[in-house]
């Protein structure tokens, strides 16, 4: 391994792949499975008795040769490990064969299989690879780690939680660290200096939101030092699809300070409050219109547009799309075809899908009333413009009343988007669904996985308005210092690849976004488990008693049962119907997901029932009780000689009652997700069942009765009478549905991102500027940098002064730009009136230049080039911290605006690109001044003296408050 480490510069072929696997997995299967017994917490008495005897050497038991070998190894061991590193002592070869032929039962062996080795081969050629549950995915990712790692390549192993990457890097360490390579974890609650420590090593393992916040926190950094990352050069995803494709457009904000205050929000809840009770009554009216008799069709079929602009869930609808659901298909391709005449009487409207609200004219005006102006800001915007036209007026007056006109618009917009976030947090988002309500607190639920988020919030002022829907005290929104999506983060990596047990379903999507190539490996062991399909009762009432039938009966022979649901409250019901019914069980969802390691563990134990949400559907392995089939024969044997001895029946079914049983209670969006919970039974090629219990009433069914009812010849019942259906065509049908659906599901994901892409884009090219600025922080290019800053500024300012040179407007002209120079630069240029307009911006920035000098030689070299790095860094991010703010206000607005989503898009991408269009201009702007004002009037150099970051940037917003008064209009 050395030598390849050495020469993989030439050895990176597909020939000398041969080599490496084999090296990696003779070290796997030595470090992982004969090295146990050197471990003090081996129970050796499980190994064979000539391994045992290995340990008595010296005793009057003779050994053999190789159990001599053995034991004189052990002995070598123990001696070398008081003075060197576990991983630094090479073992001779004869030693592990002699374990192997005398280990007989196997218990030190570790056999790295085909499928891992194929799974490590496509993920480092760059592709997701999928693979059941319990094939080994952690061992896969030994090989593109190593082989990156070979080449010099940082690698970042992204795991789906701390505990995940804490153990990983634990359990694969000894195998790393004999080939010779450093491998460490950051993980949540480390500080800089140990996270710092842990991104040297060559092999990390980590989140996605802590490599994630590292990267943003790195990119607000004011000296190289300072950051802790390396690189991002090669990403090993596990869970692929769900880091990568149902997080892509998830946020990783960086917040500050709190914004705003807790009775602009409460004035905000009671007005919307009150619209939403108003819409509330035309919605009554208009299902009261649905069942007049006398009500025409066409009349009916307004109506029935009508109220799915204003209500999609109202249950008027529901009823009316569960007994003519094809009328469904009709109305909505009308309403999305023109509903400009369907609105006037609704105060808002919600997108059938229930992915944004829009404003109609009744609601906007209705809050104008209460609330004031929040809309439309072009009124002021005219004004703005107005005072800069105004050249009557100085300078400082024009730019005093422009920051009072700015200050309004501002506080307009920001009430637009509490608005906007107040009406999506009572008519978009649901408690128990989308968020809980805990110990006074409000955490996010992963739909994918059910588990809370503690560490997550809802943004751009979402968070608080949910907040005061639950009477919560809503906290401030905080300002945002940075921000990047996943998929934006993701993109920063030179090599990514992923692996997951759920990736075929997106390979759509995985080569759009990320151009990865989907590999299906087959599974090592044949799959055991039995697939029962779906079961589709009438209503809900017969599959809540199908569900607790399956349990009671499945648990009286002793099979452990896995439920699961896809809410809190789902599970929460189950849980009560299975008490009423005596079946003791453990119950896992969001509120008690502290107790989901001890939950998991006993979940593949006898008679085990387990009740639980989407987590523990994926990143668990329930593992089976060892001799479970045997048990569960046992307890039928029993049962059935009882049954014999009591009526003579002795029918108790064993059928589909080995391994695990996994029962489904709902359709989740994404088969993806239903598919990880049916994969927790059959691991490993063990023994398992599954099946999906619905009901006509569910969600994803309810629209599509007609398609299940015409296929009479599915149609059947169950031993206790209940009707159902079910047979392959009931399986092609639904597969069918949620496939729509997952579709649909995958149009909202790029619809998210078509916002998210934007500032993921700018963000990128705003960090690399700064980097930059940062990097050259040095004596030696400072002063080029801020003499070419001068340069530009100059040019900026000639061309706005004098943008058409006329004979009549020259004096003019030139008085204000003489005006502005001295008020912002404290510079006279009036000794350049005359001068040739081709010179102009050079002799301008000539005189900039100077005082930049000058001031140069007052601090002292070292002191002015920290001054003017940290002043320009800290107008970077203010500006910054601005331009994200005007892009959620624009998104708001474009969204209250318009229920078009292209429409909406398109006109957020103008806007968003006329904001950053011209933005390092405005830093030059605003930071020239302060530089060339900083410590002015002090007359003597400030003392030179080490100091932090932190004072850095205090020390810059002093004197940047001290030049705040005179910067303004570019």
């Known amino acids: 391994m050395t030598r390849l480490k050495t020469n993989w510069s030439s050895l990176a072929t597909d020939e000398a792949l041969p080599e490496v696997f084999a090296t990696l997995s003779e070290v796997i299967g030595r470090r992982l499975g004969i090295w146990q017994i050197f471990d003090p917490e081996f129970d050796h008495t499980t190994l064979p008795d000539p391994l045992q005897g290995c340990w008595r050497a010296g005793e009057t038991t003779p050994l053999n040769e190789d159990q001599q070998t053995i034991a004189d190894t052990l002995l070598s061991v123990i001696q070398e490990s008081k003075v060197r590193r576990p991983w630094d002592i090479s073992l001779p070869a004869e030693f592990y064969q002699a374990v192997r032929r005398e280990d007989t039962n196997g218990i030190l062996a570790f056999q790295v299989t085909t499928e891992q080795l194929l799974a490590g081969l496509h993920l480092y050629r760059g592709n997701i690879v999928q693979m059941n549950a319990g094939e080994g995915k952690t061992v896969a990712g030994i090989f593109p780690a190593v082989l990156h790692a070979l080449a010099g390549t940082s690698v970042h192993v992204i795991t789906a939680n701390d505990y995940l990457a804490a153990r990983d890097a634990d359990l694969l360490a000894p195998v790393y660290q004999f080939l010779g390579f450093t491998v460490g974890a950051v993980l949540g609650y480390m500080e800089d200096d140990e996270r710092r420590y842990n991104y040297q090593q060559a092999i990390v393992y980590s989140t996605m939101r802590e490599l994630g916040f590292d990267h943003l926190r790195d990119n607000l950094k004011t000296t190289t030092a300072s950051r802790v990352q390396r690189n991002l050069e090669a990403a090993i995803v596990d869970e692929a699809d769900h880091g990568l494709i149902d997080e892509a457009s998830t946020p990783m904000i960086i917040s500050g300070v709190p914004l705003g205050t807790r009775s602009s929000m409460t004035k905000v809840k009671k007005a919307i409050t009150q619209l939403i009770d108003l819409q509330k009554h035309v919605t009554q009216g208009l299902a009261d219109q649905l069942n007049q008799p006398d009500t ?111 200050t309004r618009l501002a506080r307009q917009y920001n009430l637009g988007n509490q608005v906007y976030q107040m009406l999506r947090a ?71 690849c992923g692996m997951t047990g759920t990736a075929i379903g997106s390979e759509d999507e995985f080569q759009q976004k990320y151009g990865l190539p989907v590999t299906v490996l087959p599974p090592t062991h044949p799959l055991q488990r039995v697939d029962l399909g779906y079961r589709v009762y009438l209503n809900n009432v017969d599959k809540d008693a199908a569900i607790v039938e399956q349990v009671s009966s499945s648990h009286n022979l002793g099979q452990p049962v896995l439920v699961g649901t896809l809410t809190v409250e789902q599970s929460q019901e189950i849980s009560h119907m299975l008490t009423d019914k005596g079946i003791p069980h453990n119950l896992l969802n969001a509120v008690n997901s502290d107790t989901e390691a001890q939950i998991i563990k006993n979940a593949g134990s006898f008679g085990t029932v387990t009740v639980a949400t989407n987590m523990a559907g994926r990143g668990t392995d329930i593992l089976l009780e060892p001799n479970l089939d045997d048990k569960i024969n046992e307890r039928h044997l029993q049962l059935t000689e009882d049954s014999l001895e009591n009526d003579g029946s002795g029918n108790q079914a064993l059928e589909h009652s080995l391994g695990l049983r996994v029962i489904g209670t709902e359709l989740n969006d994404t088969p993806r997700i239903d598919l990880q919970l049916s994969g927790r039974s059959g691991r490993q090629g063990s023994l398992g069942v599954s099946q999906t219990l619905l009901s006509l009433e569910d969600r994803l069914l309810s629209l599509h009765v007609d398609g299940i009812l015409k296929m009479s010849k599915c149609r059947d019942t169950d031993t206790s009478g209940r009707t159902y259906y079910s047979g392959e065509e009931i399986d092609r049908h639904i597969h069918q549905v949620q496939g729509n659906v997952e579709s649909d599901a995958e149009v909202q994901r790029a619809l998210a991102q078509d916002y998210a892409s934007v500032l ?119 500006l910054w911290k601005t331009h994200i703010v005007a892009l959620q206000d624009s998104i708001s607005n474009q969204l209250l605006a318009t229920s078009e989503h292209r429409s909406a898009v398109a006109l957020y991408i103008r806007s968003s690109f006329q904001t950053w269009d011209g933005f390092w201009d405005r830093v030059n702007a605003e930071f020239l001044p302060r530089l060339l004002k900083y410590s002015q009037g002090t007359g003597n150099p400030l003392p030179l003296i080490q100091v932090n970051e932190e004072v850095q940037t205090l020390i810059a917003d002093r004197s940047m408050a001290t030049a705040a008064g005179s910067t303004g209009r570019n």
């Open 296 to 406: 025409s069709l066409t009349h009916a079929f307004q109506v029935l547009c009508k109220l799915l602009l204003a209500e999609p869930d109202n249950p008027a609808l529901e009823q009316h799309w569960r007994d003519n659901p094809r009328r469904f298909r009709e109305i909505k391709a009308a309403v999305e075809q023109d509903h400009a005449g369907l609105t006037s009487d609704l105060y808002y409207v919600i997108d059938t899908d229930k992915r944004f609200v829009t404003l109609a004219d009744k609601g906007r005006d209705y809050l104008t009333r209460i609330l004031g102006p929040f809309y439309d800001g072009r009124s002021l915007e005219d004004s703005l413009e107005a005072i800069w036209s105004n050249d009557e007026l100085p300078l400082a007056e024009r730019r005093k009343k422009a920051a009072n006109i700015s």
């Open 426 to 496: 009572y008519l978009l988002l649901q408690r128990d669904i989308d968020y809980l309500v805990a110990e006074d607190q409000l955490l996010l639920i992963d739909k994918a996985t059910g588990r809370p988020k503690p560490d997550s919030i809802y943004q751009h002022g979402l968070q608080p308005a949910l907040e005061a829907k639950e009477g919560l005290p809503p906290n401030p929104e905080s300002e945002t210092l940075g921000h990047i999506s996943v998929e934006g983060f993701v993109k920063q990596y030179r090599s990514i």
């Open 760 to 878: 993921d884009h700018q963000t990128d090219m705003f960090y690399r500027k700064r980097r930059e600025i940062v990097d050259a922080g040095g004596l030696s290019s400072g002063p080029a940098i801020w003499d070419q800053i001068a340069q530009e500024r100059a040019f900026s300012l000639v061309s706005a002064h004098f943008q058409q040179v006329t004979l009549e407007d020259y004096q003019t002209q030139f008085d204000q730009l003489v005006e502005e120079v001295e008020l912002d630069y404290g510079v006279d240029c009036s000794p350049l009136r005359g001068c040739d307009m081709n010179l102009l911006p050079r002799e301008l920035g000539n005189l900039l230049t100077a005082k930049m000098t000058a001031i140069d030689y007052r601090l002292g070299e070292k002191e002015y080039a920290t001054a003017a790095r940290t002043l320009y860094l800290k107008t970077c991010d203010d």
